[in-house]
């Protein structure tokens, strides 16, 4: 009777579980998110937010999933193949959302900024034992860029213009990926192309290639940014979980990497870590990414005010056929209330 007893509980139990199980698995799998980015410097509060357990803390499971330039990440979020897009803020997104995609840009993912040596402009050797040395010396040459439409297209643009010279002075050369740029500079096959940290030092250092200038002095740019699909939008409670993880991760990275003092950098009790954390996502060495690390708004801010300009030049440029206005994408909402449930926390 006793174990009569004891099997039926027994039984009971195991159904219980069961239910619970079966209750409990959908919602666990909301809180998975695939989240697009490259590996580079710039994605430092993700890797940060996933090393730190920040994201593990808000109860999600993110799955990073690395492309070779910005366009690709647009393109996986308008499939739904990603749930957050963390890159360049490119034509090829706003072209997209102007013609039906529903993404909100949330939070800052890197700036071009003075005093922060975020994108390089590199000359290859060979290039530069002729003369080629300043933004004059480029009339009639080849200048590599990811795409067109690509960030570094808008930079060269504007920085040409700036200058007194036009897109027309030179030749914006479309090579893929940001690794085939650094590639072709080294091999001397093109004379110069835009570059990003840890890029840029590397190719320094091992003496594969020249910086002519950084785009940081030449001016302020919200080059990339954390960007969210139409549907995790409407999921308030999923998107207020990434952006408290992320805000973290932001306040984490600047107070330890990128504090200044005087105008001089003044490493953190957790710059090593922040370095170590870089250099196992992007493979390459702590000691050379350490020498140039982008700029990052410490709680994540965006800067709102440069989308327009953006989104107007490539449409000014024929490269976005619509006209797109910028308070249709942005949505500030949501770091907001991130980030003042985090400081209520404090």
């Not at 700036?162 to 001397?188: E, F, Q």
Request: proline letters at 3%.
């Amino acid at each position: 009777m006793r174990f009569q007893n004891f099997s039926i509980v027994y039984r009971l139990l195991a159904l219980a579980v069961l239910f619970v199980s079966l209750a409990v698995g959908p919602a666990w799998a909301e809180t998975k998110l695939r989240v697009g980015a490259l590996r580079l410097t710039s994605s430092a509060p993700l890797f940060i937010a996933a090393e730190k357990g920040y994201f593990a803390d808000e109860g999600l499971e993110v799955e990073l999933k690395f492309m070779r330039s910005a366009q690709p990440v647009a393109m996986a979020l308008a499939a739904g193949d990603i749930d957050v897009g963390a890159t360049g803020l490119t034509a090829g997104l706003y072209n997209a959302a102007a013609n039906g995609l529903k993404v909100s840009i949330v939070a800052d993912k890197g700036r071009v900024w003075p005093g922060y040596k975020l994108v390089g402009l590199m000359v290859s050797n060979d290039a530069w034992e002729k003369g080629v040395r300043t933004l004059g010396d480029l009339k009639g040459k080849r200048v590599g860029i990811t795409q067109v439409g690509s960030t570094f297209h808008y930079m060269l643009g504007n920085i040409l213009t700036k200058n007194g010279m036009d897109l027309k002075d030179v030749k914006p050369t479309p090579l893929g990926g940001v690794k085939s740029m650094m590639d072709a500079v080294a091999a001397n096959r093109i004379e110069t192309a835009f570059m990003v940290q840890p890029f840029c030092t590397v190719m320094e250092k091992k003496k594969m290639g020249h910086v002519m200038l950084w785009a940081g002095n030449e001016m302020r740019y919200q080059i990339a940014a954390i960007f969210i699909s139409g549907k995790m939008a409407k999921n308030e409670a999923l998107s207020l979980k990434f952006m408290r993880a992320y805000i973290r991760a932001c306040r984490f990275y600047y107070d330890n990497c990128l504090t200044k003092k005087d105008g001089v950098l003044v490493k953190g009790p957790g710059f090593n870590e922040v370095i170590g954390y870089i250099a196992k996502y992007t493979s390459r060495k702590p000691s050379l990414i350490a020498l140039g690390l982008n700029y990052n708004d410490r709680d994540g801010k965006l800067f709102a005010g440069d989308i327009q300009r953006q989104i107007d030049w490539y449409h000014k440029h024929k490269m976005v056929g619509k006209r797109l206005d910028a308070q249709q994408i942005i949505n500030m909402e949501i770091w907001q209330k991130a980030l003042d449930s985090l400081d209520r926390d404090r």
